[in-house]
Structures are given as structure tokens and as C-alpha cells.
């Protein structure tokens, strides 16, 4: 850390624009999705066709981004069922998420939206539910014009190396580690 102000523009000078990117939200601390539907936000605001596919989370949830967004004109698709550990049948779960990628791959190609959040992709992926190489040779065969913001913990390799922009979120300290619940409106 330095205590004195940058005094040189730290602003490249040789960029080249690009028709869509590839962002990676992951890691072990709070506000991958987060960072994500603030993203959507921008996008929305831009008059921009925005869709989310979750994979884990289900309709159940009633997450506060979802009323918002959909208010704002998102297309939103909560195909998961929940947490693993509280699934009745893991089976099941492993069919919702393929049934999300399927959602998920027709966003991506289709030149309907100019960002696609999948949130929770990771997930899955890791599980072996959906094919990791399908996914990402899908990412990088999208159409040209749309932008992926992939979200969850512990993001694959071959998911990073497809990606433009990775962000790596630290859990310094939580809440929930010190016992405290999940809070409406902060959390979820």
C-alpha cells in the first residue's frame, strides 16, 4: 500500500472495443451475484435485452433482484431447486440443472438478449450435471453481440481461460459464520 496519489494515467491507451465479453464472478466470499444483477443494472439502463438463468436457486426464493429486474424488463428463469443439502432428490436437481443449461445455451445463441447472467453456473458444472467443455465451447461460440456473466464458487479452469474478466470474491468475515442467518433484502 502507498500513501501517495497515482500521479501517471493509469489508463491504457491501446484498446480495442469488443462486440461482448465473458465475466466470471467467483470465489468464497459474498456478492458474485451481487456484482452480477449490478452489472444487469448498467445493461437495462442501456435499453439492453437482459436475460438470468439460476441454476440452483428456485422460484421459492423470491429474491429481491428478481422483482426489480423483471420490473425493469429482464427476462428471469429460476429452474434450480435449492440448496443440494436440503434436496429431497439429488436426481431431480441434476435434471433442473440440466433443464437450466438447455434454457441457458438457447439464451446464448439466440441473439435475443446482450447479456445473459447464469448465475450459480459453477455448481453443476463442478458436479458433473452438465457438461463443463458444452458449456464453455457454447460460451465461446454465443452470438457475437452477447455478453455472459457466469457466477459461483470455485469457477473451473477451462471457465476462467474463456473469460475476459475474472473476479475473485474473499470471504474476509461473515455473517453467517458466526452463526446469523440469511437476511431479506441484504443477502438474497
Keep these: 500500500m502507498t500513501d501517495q496519489p497515482p500521479i501517471e494515467d493509469p489508463i491504457r491507451r491501446d484498446t480495442t472495443a469488443a462486440s461482448s465479453l465473458v465475466l466470471v464472478n467467483t470465489g468464497d466470499g459474498k456478492g458474485k ?4 444483477f449490478g452489472t444487469l443494472l448498467r445493461a437495462l439502463a442501456r435499453g439492453w435485452r437482459v436475460g438470468v438463468i439460476q441454476f440452483i436457486k428456485s422460484g421459492d426464493w423470491r429474491v429481491g433482484e428478481e422483482q426489480l429486474l423483471t420490473q425493469l424488463g429482464a427476462e428471469w428463469r429460476s429452474i434450480g431447486d435449492g440448496f443440494s443439502w436440503d434436496a429431497e432428490d439429488l436426481e431431480v436437481s441434476k435434471g433442473l440443472a440440466q433443464e437450466a443449461w438447455a434454457a441457458a445455451r438457447d439464451a446464448l445463441t439466440s441473439g435475443d438478449f446482450e447479456v445473459v447472467m447464469l448465475d450459480e453456473i459453477t ?3 463442478n458436479w ?61
Excluded at 136 to 148: F, G
Aim: with cysteine; glycine share 8%; charged share 30%.
Design 33 to 36: 451475484s451481487t456484482a452480477g
Design 123 to 125: 455448481y453443476p458444472m
Design 128 to 188: 458433473g450435471w452438465i457438461d463443463a467443455a458444452d458449456v464453455v465451447a457454447t460460451i465461446r461460440e454465443r452470438h457475437e453481440q452477447t455478453t455472459v456473466i457466469c457466477t459461483g464458487r470455485d469457477a473451473p479452469d477451462e471457465l476462467v481461460e474463456v473469460a475476459d474478466t475474472v473476479t475473485e470474491m474473499r470471504n474476509v468475515k461473515h455473517a453467517y459464520d458466526q452463526g446469523i442467518q440469511a437476511r431479506r433484502g441484504i443477502d438474497y
